[in-house]
């Protein structure tokens, strides 16, 4: 099979009066039956569908050139058919290219990874991914954008798109089928990165952090109150909470950099966070995860409530209270007050084989 060729084009005039104002979500009118077709045939018209299938018989060896991206044409071909971003589904649209190659760069992707992307949406982030040679697995809810992204990239065989609830999606299945027929070292992984859906933001981090069998980094464009949430709070916060530990156990986070909201339409405020994860071998040392985080889970039950009270229905509070003790902490310790490797001592002391 000859490799696609990617013919370099050159990008359409910028409307200085986009993004439009855009209409209230209630008053959305429905989409015409053939709205999508006439989107597509925008796109193309705009120069911006992805990938130009032209094989080079003569030159096998032709290398894929770069296809860049015009976000604004991109989103008016879009906004002109009523799509405008859904705030059932936590959609925004980026309007910067660069920001997907910062995004791209945080994972280190190189030419024969696999990617997890979750929530396409235009396929611009999709778009770079393809660019440096990785395989994209998408994962897009909104049938419409799943469709629009399927049909952008179908000439080429390194990007598959599954209109799925990612929240109910099988990845470990997904993503084992697409590893397979590829060829891995064994130590090899493959990494997630995503411009998400911000409204399942915990979800996907719940999900994906405990992967570290089959990811090796999870690179995530946050909402910035949802990063700091998960990356950064502080011991004795009212935003220190079981995600903290949870985020801490399964990986290493590190922020990346934040995103000037005027690259975003609507303009959240963002955050690109990595999450180094650990393998099983990593993992703090307890008899059981469920049961340390069932144990975490109530600790944080009763806010403000003191340790001895709200994990009596492990152990009585006197074997709480000196299981505290032996930990360095006061008998009248609150969670917040504990970091990680001080919840797992107090674990493999109070917990009962």
């Keep these: 099979m000859h490799p696609l060729v990617l013919h370099s084009l050159p990008p359409a005039p910028i409307d200085s009066s986009f993004p439009p104002t855009p209409k209230p979500y ?11 077709a006439t989107t597509i045939r925008e796109l193309k018209t705009a120069k911006l569908h992805g990938f130009a299938a032209s094989a080079s ?37 980026m309007l910067n290219g660069s920001i997907n190659e910062q995004l791209v760069g945080a994972a280190d992707v190189k030419e024969g990874d696999v990617v997890l992307e979750i929530g396409p949406g235009t ?31 179908a000439n080429t065989n390194r990007v598959k798109v599954l209109q799925e609830d990612f929240t109910r999606c099988h990845i470990r299945s997904h993503m084992s089928l697409i ?24 979800d996907v981090v719940k999900q994906l952090l405990p ?32 995600i903290n530990i949870f985020v801490n156990f399964y990986s290493d986070p590190e922020y990346k950099f934040k995103v000037p909201r005027t690259n975003f339409f609507p303009q959240p405020k963002a955050t690109v966070v990595a999450f180094r994860l650990k393998q099983a071998l990593d993992y703090p040392r307890v008899s059981s995860t469920k049961s340390f985080f069932s144990m975490v889970n109530s600790a944080f039950n009763g806010k403000r409530k003191m340790l001895r009270k709200t994990l009596q229905h492990i152990c009585p509070p006197t074997e709480i209270e000196a299981a505290l003790s032996e930990v360095g902490f006061q008998t009248t310790s609150r969670p917040e007050e504990l970091a990680l490797e001080d919840f797992v001592k107090l674990h493999n002391l109070i917990s009962k084989p």
């Design 26 to 36: 209630s008053t959305l009118s429905p989409l015409p039956h053939n709205s999508f």
């Design 179 to 202: 590893m397979e027929g590829r060829s891995f070292v064994e130590s090899q992984r493959a990494k997630v990165v995503a411009n998400i859906p911000f409204n399942i933001s915990t």
């Design 211 to 242: 992967m570290g069998d089959m990811f090796s980094e999870v690179v995530l464009l946050l909402q910035e109150e949802a990063a700091l949430r998960l990356v950064d709070p502080s011991l004795r916060s009212s935003e220190y909470r079981p």
């Design 123 to 153: 396929g611009s982030l999709t778009n770079v991914l393809v660019n440096v040679g990785a395989a994209v697995l998408a994962i897009e809810k909104d049938p419409y954008m799943a469709a629009l992204v399927r049909e952008r990239f």
């Design 57 to 93: 018989p003569s030159n096998p060896k032709t290398k894929t050139q770069k296809q860049d991206d015009d976000y604004h044409t991109t989103l008016k071909a879009l906004n002109s058919k009523g799509r405008f971003p859904r705030r059932s589904l936590g959609q925004h649209y």
